[in-house]
Antibody
């Protein structure tokens, strides 16, 4: 059974870059059967899809975040990563990495990232 | 972007009740719709995909219906473990969107 685990700083200063990594076990990010995605949830609010990456390296991003987001793949480490630039307090959220097979069928536990000076 | 609107926002019900949550899409998504359950401090859990297909391991008291722009999630007999927040999500377009959530509370 696939497992996903987010890692990265829990506190980021305004205007800096948020960087998170998702380590996948029990499955391969090189599989052509899945997309790998990042989703976030501000405190008390609904879920927001950030973007996804396919094993080929092709990506697709939420238009509202596209100018600030990069998702990349490291097949040697079986990981994928998120970079969100120029963060503000509005980017404070629990960030989830997940596997997509149409619907999102496997999720990491989530990591809270707070943007504050 | 396709907007997803859920109703109600909050639902108060008792154990054993039949409950139904509605999700409407701003344009047709055929049956590219999923339902998730989320408990406080936990990641969402996939319940239903393709509007009506039950994810493996999910109790049969959960069911989904609909196509086009209107969809429902029904819990046939509410159990104590079902008190949670439920989200719909469309994955028809290349920009996926979620509903605002429906919190199912104990009456």
């Amino acid at each position: 059974q696939v497992q996903l685990q987010e890692s990265g700083p829990g506190l980021v200063k305004p205007s800096e870059t948020l960087s998170l990594t998702c380590t996948v076990s029990g499955g391969s990010v090189s599989s052509g059967s899945y997309y790998w995605t990042w989703i976030r949830q501000p405190p008390g609010k609904t879920l927001e899809w950030i973007g996804y990456i396919f094993y080929t390296g092709s990506t697709n991003y939420n238009p509202s975040l596209e100018s600030r987001v990069t998702i990349s793949l490291d097949t040697s480490k079986n990981q994928f990563s998120l970079k969100l630039r120029s963060v503000t307090a509005a980017d404070t959220a629990v960030y989830y990495c997940a596997r997509v097979v149409g619907p999102t069928d496997s999720w990491g536990q989530g990591t809270l990232v707070t943007v504050s000076s | 972007d396709i907007q997803m609107t859920q109703s109600p926002s909050t639902l108060s019900a008792s154990v054993g009740d039949r409950v139904t949550i509605t999700c409407r899409a701003s344009q047709s998504i055929i049956t590219w719709l999923a339902w998730y359950q989320q408990k406080p401090g936990k990641a969402p859990k996939l319940l239903i995909y393709g509007a009506s297909s039950l994810q493996s391991g999910v109790p049969s008291r959960f069911s989904g219906r609909g196509s086009g722009t209107e969809f429902t999630l029904t819990i046939s007999s509410l159990q104590p473990d079902d008190f949670a927040t439920y989200y719909c999500q469309q994955y028809n377009s290349y920009s996926w969107t979620f509903g605002q959530g429906t919190k199912v509370e104990i009456k």
